[in-house]
């Protein structure tokens, strides 16, 4: 009698990666170059009708290494398009967010990880050790001038959320700095830079 119960699991939790892997391969034959606008809304709607679908879409996020380039940019797109339609549907897999981010080093993907990450949303949600991990990375690729601007402009969205302490304030309001000083010209970014650094310093001086 007391292996029924562990039998059951088994079997509930072999159910469960088969029907895993059938959306993968579902998604992955549908994740190209040229997708149409009507595509991405059914890819969109497909992960957030069950649980499964969405883990299906951050596993192919959390091992890139397994899947096309493009696949895996736009798995990435599909993400945030997601959470834009209804952020409860990536409100579980907060750790594979950190995952799929940890993964790549692909900055179009890292861009849409980031912006889904952005979001205030989250603050509720996380733990202490993720808020501070996430706030130490927007810190960091602040201070790489190389990286892509809209990764730029989403670890300043991330910095205004999760920067909490004097020191958070401190630490940040010193890498936008650094940001602006490795711009050539005082373009948009600049002047985001300048509003961000602004606001922190204001909450420094309080």
Excluded at 14 to 19: E, L
Excluded at 27 to 49: E, P
Excluded at 102 to 116: G, H, N
Excluded at 138 to 166: E, G, N
């Amino acid at each position: 009698m007391p292996l029924k119960p562990t039998t059951n699991s088994l079997k509930k939790a072999q159910m469960q990666q088969a029907a895993i892997e059938t959306a993968t391969n579902s998604l992955l034959s549908k994740l190209k170059r040229g997708m149409r606008s009507d595509a991405v809304t059914d890819l969109v709607k497909f992960v957030l009708d069950e649980s499964g679908n969405m883990c299906a879409l951050l596993g192919i996020l959390e091992h890139p290494e397994h899947h096309q380039k493009v696949q895996v940019q736009k798995a990435a797109w599909v993400l945030h398009r997601a959470f834009q339609s209804d952020p409860r549907g990536l409100f579980a897999h907060r750790q594979a967010l950190s995952h799929a981010l940890d993964a790549t080093d692909d900055t179009s993907v890292m861009r849409e990880i980031l912006k889904t990450l952005a979001s205030p949303i989250w603050l509720d949600l996380e733990s202490e050790d993720r808020r501070s991990d996430i706030l130490q990375l927007a810190l960091d690729l602040l201070h790489v001038p190389t990286f892509p601007i809209a990764v730029h402009y989403a670890a300043m969205q991330i910095i205004q959320t999760r920067a909490k302490t004097s020191r958070d304030e401190a630490e940040a309001a010193k890498a936008i700095r650094v940001l602006m000083a490795g711009l050539r010209e005082q373009n948009a970014l600049f002047k985001c830079a300048a509003k961000h650094e602004a606001r922190i310093q204001k909450r420094i001086n309080r």
